[in-house]
Every structure is written in structure tokens, then in C-alpha cells.
DNA sequence: TGTTGACCGGACAAACCGGTACGTTTAATG
DNA sequence: CATTAAACGTACCGGTTTGTCCGGTCAACA
């Protein structure tokens, strides 16, 4: 009855046991994947055994799946946070773009999982629900590009999906290939200056989709 | 003198040994990554056998880097055999990303595998030179947006560097990460008409962003 | 046709790594 | 203080996987 207290109060604390665990898992897991990745060596990282990986996640699958949970949360609470219906739609797409690719700027290891992802078909996510929040940003672009389509800023018929693919793409790649881009065309990819050209890049790559243009067609 | 002669008409042929573990081994890295790939089980799908990899390669990474390469050159030759010069910059522009679409399309796993590269924060990429095709690319790139600028069928000031980042991200992307996206959206991204979809969107964005403005367009 | 050397395959060895058994410590509670 | 259950550490097991060894085969060429 005391319990739910009791789990609280502990000094020996298993949450930030578990946190620790995630978080240095989710770098481990960023730099070489689920397969590449040792249990042994994301335990030696922490001040913690490896044993508690198995305690509290039951398998190494168990953990990156905690890993993928919270990288995924960390996106929708840095995605959704914030009002686009002050603005005019051209403004709210700029800053939904903007904002998009600081995420992706923020969080690489993230960009880095999902890259992990893929490779592995999409088995691991496919057993979490929690990313109701992609349909989410869907929404918001679709009502940014409804309000644009109404007021004539914005070209009509566009697809919100198309649009968000897009989006995605931009934001994603950059952060995702740094290494390939970076050897080939010898650049330092993550410098600030770079960063912030690129984000300029971005954004106008999709204002110029998505705004009205002068003689705008209609059928 | 015949040693040349002799390597070629060898029956128990090397190099068609070479080329179907390559192929295979292809198939395997980038649908599992380097770590998850198993030699055994590459062998297992060839003709031949897992000795063989270690006579022709020396070692795992030494397969991967074979693949790697092979990867590139596809990469490059798909790329570049085309000539964008009897073609207005418009249509050029448009044809190059069309066509950069359809080679990842055509090449998923070469995709897989620089996803593979940059999640291993491109290590092995860094033995291998042989890929100035990307250099070409952009020169490619530079020349139809110079000739686009000089008619006024393009916007001036654009970055080639930059418009090659935003090329090869809306094609890299969508090839990249079917899974997740599928999943989340539930659509078959592979399905011919949603691949012609986004082709078609993928180059409308792009043009977007380098055409000349309603003011200054002729045609 | 016999020799040579590149090519091949299956069995084997050693390291590696995920996972577990079992014992110990800590902190809340009576 | 004794009890209890969660939290934790150490040592180890057993399967897996990379890489090697050794004997055999086939094609080219004299």
C-alpha cells in the first residue's frame, strides 16, 4: 500500500539507473547500430553491470527498444511545441521548417537510430505505438497549407504528405550523411556556419514549392 | 605475355566468383548492416564457399569495402552517362533529377549501404578514393545552372553545392526510409504509383527552387 | 599427358558475446 | 533490529561467428 511511495523514495535508484543505461545505449546504438553495438561495452560505460541491462530491460533487444521510445519522444515534445497559428501561413511554414531541421540539428544520435532502423527494416519499431505524433505534424502542415491555399499565399492542391516527406528529407539527410558528404566534398558538414547556410537552404527550398507564384494556375 | 590471356579465359573463373560473392554480399550488408552480416551466411547463398571470401577479400571488412566501391561505381556510372547539354537548362535540370531519382530507386541497397557507412561514421570509406563522381556530379550540376542564369531561365546566386545536397537528399531519402515511413503513414511507399508520385514532386520542388521567378521568366 | 599453380570446400579452432546463476547490498517497514 | 524485496555485482556458460588448415580439383601449358 506504502508502495507506490516506496518505489519512489529509493536511494538505490532504479530509474536513474535505467536512464543512465538509455542514455548511453542510444550513443552506443547511434554510432554502430543494434547489431554492431556490445552490451558489454555500454555497460562498462556507466557505473553500472551489465546485468542490470538484462534486469531492467530483459535482452539487448529490450533496451534499444527503450532507446528507439525515448529518441522518438524526444522529437514529438521538440516538434510540437510550438503555436503556428499566430502566423501567416508563409511564416508558419518557414518556421515549421526551421524548427524541423533544428530538431534534427539537436538530436543526431536520433537521426542516427532511425538510420538504424531502416537498415533493419523497421523490426523493432514495429512493435512501439507511440508515434502518433508524425500524424500529428501532419496535421499542422496540413492546416498551414489549407490557410495558405485560402488566403492565395500558398499554392493550392498541394499534398501535406508530399510536403512532410520533403521537409523530412532535408533535415534528415544533412544530419544523417555528415560523414559520406563531409569525406567526399571535404567540408566540415557540422560547423555552425555550414549548419546555418544549409538551414537557410532548406527553408527556401520549401517556401519555393509551396508559395503562390505570380501567375498561379489553376485546375 | 600470356599471363594476361590466361587470367581472362580461365574457366574456373576468379572473377565471376568475385562478382557473385560481391552481389550477394551486397544484398546481405545492406539489408543487415557490416555488424550484422554474417559470412556464413553469404557463402551459404553463393555457389561457392566462405573460404573463398577470405581467399579473394582477406577478411569481412575487406568483402565490404569490395562491395563498397562497386557500390560507388554503380553510383557513377549511372549518374554520369547522360548529356545534359542539347537540353535547355530547364529540361536539363529537370532530367538530372529524374534521373537521380530513378538510380536510387533502381539501387536501394547501394542506398542501405551508404546508410550502413554513415551510422559507422564512415570508416571504411575513408581507404577507398575512387569517388571524384560526385565532383562530376557537381560540376554536371554547375554547368546547367551557369547556363540557366546566363538565359534567365534560372534563378542567379543559386549554390550548386547546395541544390546537389537538396537533389540527393529528396532522392536518397525516400529510397532510405521506407520502412519507417510506411509504417508510420501505412502506405506502400515501394508501389509504383506512389514512387512515380514522389518522382514527380521530387523534381517539381527542385524546379521550385531554381527557376526563374514569374518577373524574369521568358519561355 | 604430366606438371603446375590457381581455385575450391568442409572440418576445425579460438575468440567473442549475449544471457544467466547465484550471492550481496541497500533501504523501507514493522 | 529483523525482515523483506528490490537493486545490484561477479563469475561463468554455451552458442555463435570469424578466420584458418589441409587436402582435393580443375584448367592451362609444355
Do not use: W
Not at 22 to 40: M, N, P, Q, S, Y
Not at 128 to 153: H, M, N, W
Not at 158 to 174: E, K, M, N
Request: proline share 1%.
Amino acid at each position: 500500500m506504502a508502495q507506490a511511495i516506496t518505489k519512489e523514495r529509493r536511494k538505490r535508484d532504479s530509474s536513474a539507473t535505467r536512464a543512465e543505461l538509455i542514455a548511453i545505449a542510444t550513443d552506443e546504438f547511434a554510432e554502430k547500430g543494434l547489431a554492431g553495438a556490445r552490451v558489454e561495452e555500454i555497460a562498462a560505460r556507466t557505473a553500472t553491470s551489465k546485468h542490470m541491462i538484462y534486469y531492467h530491460f530483459g535482452s539487448k533487444d529490450g533496451l534499444y527498444r527503450a532507446v528507439l521510445e525515448q529518441a522518438y519522444d524526444e522529437f514529438r515534445v521538440a516538434e510540437g511545441s510550438f503555436d503556428y497559428d499566430d502566423l501567416t501561413a508563409l511564416d508558419a511554414l518557414s518556421a515549421l521548417v526551421g524548427a524541423t531541421f533544428d530538431v534534427h540539428a539537436r538530436c543526431p544520435q536520433i537521426v542516427r537510430i532511425i538510420m538504424a532502423e531502416n537498415i533493419n527494416c523497421g523490426q523493432q519499431i514495429r512493435s512501439i505505438d507511440s508515434f502518433q505524433q508524425r500524424e500529428l505534424a501532419l496535421d499542422t502542415l496540413r492546416r498551414i497549407l489549407d490557410r495558405g491555399a485560402a488566403d492565395g499565399t500558398l499554392r493550392s492542391g498541394l499534398d501535406p504528405l508530399q510536403i512532410h516527406l520533403t521537409v523530412s528529407a532535408l533535415c534528415f539527410h544533412y544530419i544523417a550523411n555528415v560523414h559520406t558528404f563531409g569525406h567526399v566534398f571535404e567540408f566540415d558538414a557540422h560547423s555552425a556556419e555550414h549548419m546555418k547556410a544549409r538551414r537557410k537552404e532548406v527553408v527556401a527550398t520549401v517556401i519555393s514549392r509551396c508559395a503562390a507564384t505570380a501567375g498561379e494556375e489553376k485546375r
